[in-house]
């Protein structure tokens, strides 16, 4: 028999699961708005074609070839959402 404390524990494990899905598309987003402002029309529609899809190979491939500062950019995108959070629980305190 679970207790309701532990149906909440479970609960919250999922919940924090999604939640850091959520935060990590939520940066990926941002990197790749920053990295296609240089971007031709053909590179764009290249990107919307294969992030739109769920060949994780050809992601990577593309991001490689594109962008070879992806890790400096989810890096500063991080630290950007991170503030962004910060500031919301400050203001719910």
Known sequence: ????SGK?????EDYQKALGLRIF???????????????????KESMDRIFSGDDNNAKRDFIEKYIPN????F????????????????KQI
Do not use: H, P, W
């Open 25 to 43: 598309y939520l940066v990926l987003n941002g990197v790749l708005k920053r990295a296609c402002s240089g971007f031709s029309t053909e590179d």
């Open 8 to 12: 909440f524990l479970d609960n919250l």
């Open 1 to 4: 028999m679970q207790t309701a």
């Open 70 to 73: 992806f890790d400096e950019l």
């Open 75 to 90: 890096d500063e995108e991080s630290k950007k959402v991170e503030k962004e959070i910060e500031t919301e629980i400050e």
